[in-house]
């Protein structure tokens, strides 16, 4: 991951003004320490910071078209730009970086041309022709991107808010799939799948249909030229990205230089599920395994960095982004700067475990749709900041456009949990990668329940959490949390815990109103709360919340474990 920095239109364009801009751009280059660009232009500004995955030696940023006319900034992985270069021959390419086929393509295409890409991506463009210029997201939301007006009528973008919430008077997070042109004013969508209607599909579930996609998903995000991994707790999802690449590693370029024995990481509380799933999986598929651990103080001791670098304070993706945080520390100090990892499995699929009590296929099918489309402030957002924090990318093959648009225009009766035939969540996939002659996992890997990362890592990292917040909030506090919070307003301690941590960082109500917020149990929607009576009465966003469906559920407040904060 990189970071990015735009400004257009600045009434002030001195020196201090440019000074400005390369001290904010300072403030992403946790995300790119591998060097720093910046272009000006007039009144325009782009700025850049440098992870070096793909073409390290000649791929810096800004990058531009061949009379410099064309000047683009951006973050993220174009995978098939080997095949875009082949449609861009009268053009004379500078770098070997992925990412300069988009100063090309807006040269021979203009604006119409974001959805020829596949990958992962945030970019802004500057046309000095004609001075105008236009910012994409890619299809999910990725990679981050946010937008800012300030009050000299300047127009920012930045991949983290941090670099725009102290110039800016508005703020907001960019949407995905959409792209800004200044020629129009405004946000149009350019990412327009089938399933984006939300109308219900009718394919019938083809198994060998559904396993292809997601291997040519897998394989095409082994395109680095740096050392890398895979990010494995032991789960379905992250299970199969490791067992997929690990078959075919040896065939891609990236075994050339970096050998094909996988490198496989896990971290947890000594005694998590996650660890001893992992370290089962990786012996079987032969990886190179490394194994870290954390306490629960250590957990508690990162929340304010952790909460500074993913911005935001909702409590699943701050309990989750810690562990994920820690572990990218120790993943960069080995060397490693890019690693895959399994979200957006359980979002497509249904498999948070609060989908067992999904009335019929078609709110099962709305709910995954719901889901998907707010993977950006949650967990594309986690896996995106907590990796990027310490230089380190994360890929996400699930997300990948082809393998969406195959899985989401299955049947959702085929994604259904039915106990009764012994379809448990994620069925369609399980039994996609269920090969008796040459299998990818382990039988009981293969149908383990599913559990969110932030219980995996160990039941006692969120009762711990819990323990935390409420020595540290008052019963007080939090009757009146409504007067101090009324926006989003924290419903228990632990969530007004992490309020304050946000707000020390993060001040403006504009950046309040990037954190969605709403009623949710084990990841639900507001909406699908009202799948269940009991789940009102016990709102919580840990996958042990789904009472009835969890084989560790909560019991009842009296008898939760008690956090052993060593």
């Known amino acids: 991951m990189c970071g990015i920095l735009a400004v257009f239109g600045c009434v002030d364009c001195s020196q201090a003004k440019r000074a400005r801009i390369i001290e904010l751009s300072r403030r992403l280059r946790h995300r790119g320490p591998d060097w720093s660009g910046l272009h000006s232009e007039q009144d325009c500004y782009l700025a850049h910071q440098r992870l070096a995955i793909v073409d390290p030696a000649s791929g810096d940023q800004p990058l531009y078209n061949e009379d410099k006319t064309i000047i683009v900034t951006v973050n ?82 930045a991949s983290e808010m941090k670099a725009l919430s102290d110039d800016c008077e508005q703020f907001m997070s960019f949407l995905p799939g959409h792209i800004y042109s200044s020629k129009v004013g405004g946000l149009r969508r350019w990412y327009n799948p089938t ?132 572990m990218s520390r120790k993943i ?46 949650f967990d594309c957002l986690r896996a995106n900041k907590s990796t990027s924090a310490w230089g380190l990318e994360a890929r996400v093959p699930f997300l990948d456009k082809e393998f969406i648009d195959v899985a989401m225009s299955i049947d959702p009766k085929w994604k259904m949990i039915q106990r009764d035939i012994g379809r448990i969540e994620k069925w369609v996939l399980r039994n996609a990668f269920d ?68 707000e020390k960082f993060f001040p403006k109500n504009a950046a309040r109103l990037t954190v969605p917020g709403g009623p949710s149990v084990a990841c639900s929607t507001a909406k699908a709360v009202e799948w269940d009576a009991s789940w009102s009465k016990n709102l919580d966003p840990s996958g042990r919340a789904a009472l009835g469906v969890h084989e560790a559920a909560y019991a009842s407040d009296a008898n939760k474990t008690d956090a052993l904060l060593s």
């Open 195 to 326: 399933w984006y209607s939300e109308s219900i599909p009718t394919t019938p579930y083809d198994p060998l249909l559904l396993r292809h996609a997601f291997e040519k998903a897998v394989v095409k995000r082994l395109m680095t030229d740096v050392p890398f991994g895979v990010l494995l707790s032991g789960g379905l999802d992250s299970s199969l990205v490791a067992a997929v690449a690990s078959r075919h590693l040896a065939n891609s370029e990236a075994s050339w230089q970096w050998g094909s024995q996988l490198h496989t990481f896990c971290i947890g509380l000594k005694g998590s599920p996650d660890l001893s799933a992992a370290r089962e999986v990786a012996d079987y598929l032969g990886t190179r395994h490394h194994e870290f651990y954390f306490t629960v103080q250590e957990g508690i001791d990162a929340l304010e960095e952790v909460i500074y670098h993913i911005e935001t304070y909702d409590v699943t993706t701050i309990r989750a982004s810690t562990p994920m945080f820690l």
């Open 76 to 157: 993220g992985e174009i995978y098939n730009h080997k095949a875009l270069r082949e449609k861009l021959t009268s053009h004379k390419f500078n770098t070997g970086s992925d990412c300069e086929v988009i100063a090309h393509l807006y040269e021979e295409y203009g604006e119409d041309f974001v959805h020829m890409l596949d990958g992962m991506f945030s970019f802004v463009l500057l046309d000095t022709r004609d001075k105008s210029y236009i910012a994409a997201r890619d299809a999910i939301g990725i990679t981050p991107l946010y937008m800012g007006w300030g009050l000299d009528g300047s127009v920012w973008f």
């Open 332 to 377: 960069k100090s080995l060397g490693v700067k890019m690693v895959l990892s399994g979200e957006g499995s359980d979002e497509i699929f249904g498999g948070y475990l609060y989908f067992h009590k999904a009335p019929n296929k078609e709110e099962f099918h709305e709910e995954t749709c719901r889901k998907i489309k707010a993977l950006h402030l």
């Open 435 to 502: 090969d008796a002659e040459n299998p990818y996992l382990p039988k009981h890997i293969l149908y383990r329940q599913k559990e969110q990362f932030s219980d995996g890592v160990g039941y006692s990292w969120i009762d711990g959490l819990k323990d935390h917040a409420n020595q540290q909030i008052t019963d007080s506090m939090l009757t009146n949390a409504t007067f101090v919070y009324p926006e989003n307003t924290p419903t228990t301690k632990e969530g007004y815990y992490y309020r304050t941590i946000f």
